[in-house]
Structure formats: C-alpha cells, structure tokens
T-cell receptor
Framework: DTEVTQTPKHLVMGMTNKKSLKCEQH?????MYWYKQKAKKPPELMFV???????INESVPSRFSPECPNSSLLNLHLHALQPEDSALYLC??????????????????FGEGSRLTVL | QKEVEQDPGPLSVPEGAIVSLNCTYS??????FMWYRQYSRKGPELLMY????GNKEDGRFTAQVDKSSKYISLFIRDSQPSDSATYLC??????????????FGTGTSLTVIP
C-alpha cells in the first residue's frame, strides 16, 4: 500500500465550482509534489514544495492553487476549471532535497491519485 | 531530444516469458533511477530504485543501470497476467536549491497473455 494518501479518489465538478484535493504523507519527506496525468501520458509536474515552501511552479494556470499547511499535508485548490483540466491528479513525496551534505534516497512515492472530471 | 526515451510498445508476451523494458537518457547528471508500474486509472507504484550504476534484484524483477551507455533496463522473469500494466522509467539528479527534478519516460504498455 502506498504511504501517500489522496482524497477524494474521484471528483466531478462544474466549471463554476470550488473544490480541493488533499494529500497526506507520514514518511517524514520534506518535498511534496503535484502532478497531472492524462490518459496514456507520463505524469506532468505542476508544483513542488520544499520544506513547506513553493519551490517550483511549472507555469500552471492560476485556477490551480497549491497549499502546504505543514510538512505532512499538501492541498490543491481548484476554481473555475475547464473541461480540459479533467485528468488524474497525483500527489508525490520524496526525501532527498539535494542540499549540500544531505543524505538519503532519491525515490519518488506517488499516491493513488484523484480522478477529476470537469463538466 | 527528450531527456528520457522509452519505447511505448505496446508489448504483448505469453505467460512465463522474460520481459525486457528499456529507457535511454541524455543527461549524464542523472544519479537516481526508478521503475514504476501503473495499472489503469491508478497511481504509479514504485517497483525498483537504483542509485548510480549496477544491478538490483527483487523477486522476479531485476533493474540494470549502465551509466556509460546512458541506458537502463527492467527485466521481469516468469511474467504473470497480473504484470499487465504500463511501466514507467524515471530518473533524477539532485539540484542544490530546488531538490530532486524527476524525468519520466513515456511508459511502455505490457500485456501478459495467459
């Protein structure tokens, strides 16, 4: 079983709705990620949080708003989405952050994903 | 040129066959190499992780990394129908300020026929 937990597993929303995706990990990882995955494509990076600070935003539209309340939690707030935003949204975490002297592994662990459908 | 190249398949093999999945890459700074298995409509599951060059074995799975050729492989022995999934390779290098950047292959779709 994955140690990265995402809720909800499925979400259907209209273009005027506001909803949130939630992610939790208890592996002590200090980097957390949001990816978007379309059918038959690899995951596409959206955001990276490093020590609870946003470190990478891959030019994601402002209708997606990430939040990292603490080192274990990651949220993705959704507002005024478009039908083309329908996809599997994956949360992931990793330990090693590339800081000088840091030790640890470079594995990236994914959650099961939240399947989003925008009507 | 993409950072990571992976043959998308699809690959279809009979049960019990040995499966070989491969990725090539262009960035010699990659240090960490991963293989994921992804079932339809599920998140990717980490199967194998290797740091730098060498082989790693876990049950029916063997991962190989050849940094000199910039080539990684995943071998599945005695393949089972339950191995039918998409297999993604991924790799990363640690950067000082932003942490790991992960680069994915496009995935290979595997079907194991009973």
């Amino acid at each position: 079983d994955t140690e990265v937990t995402q809720t909800p597993k499925h979400l259907v929303m209209g273009m005027t709705n506001k909803k949130s995706l939630k992610c939790e990990q208890h592996m002590g990882h200090r980097a957390m990620y949001w990816y978007k995955q379309k059918a038959k494509k690899p995951p596409e990076l959206m955001f990276v949080y490093s020590y609870e600070k946003l470190s990478i935003n891959e030019s994601v539209p402002s209708r997606f708003s990430p939040e990292c309340p603490n080192s274990s939690l990651l949220n993705l707030h959704l507002h005024a989405l478009q039908p083309e935003d329908s996809a599997l949204y994956l949360c992931a975490s990793s330990q090693r952050l590339g800081r000088r002297g840091a030790s640890g592994t470079g594995e990236l662990f994914f959650g099961e994903g939240s399947r989003l459908t925008v009507l | 040129q993409k950072e990571v190249e992976q043959d998308p398949g699809p690959l279809s093999v009979p049960e019990g066959a040995i499966v070989s999945l491969n990725c090539t890459y262009s960035n010699s700074a990659f240090q960490y190499f991963m293989w994921y298995r992804q079932y339809s409509r599920k998140g990717p599951e980490l199967l194998m992780y290797t740091y730098s060059s060498g082989n790693k074995e876990d049950g029916r799975f063997t991962a190989q990394v050849d940094k000199s050729s910039k080539y990684i492989s995943l071998f599945i022995r005695d393949s089972q129908p339950s191995d039918s999934a998409t297999y993604l390779c991924a790799m990363s290098h640690a950067t000082l300020n932003t942490g790991n950047q992960f680069y994915f292959g496009t995935g290979t779709s595997l079907t194991v026929i009973p």
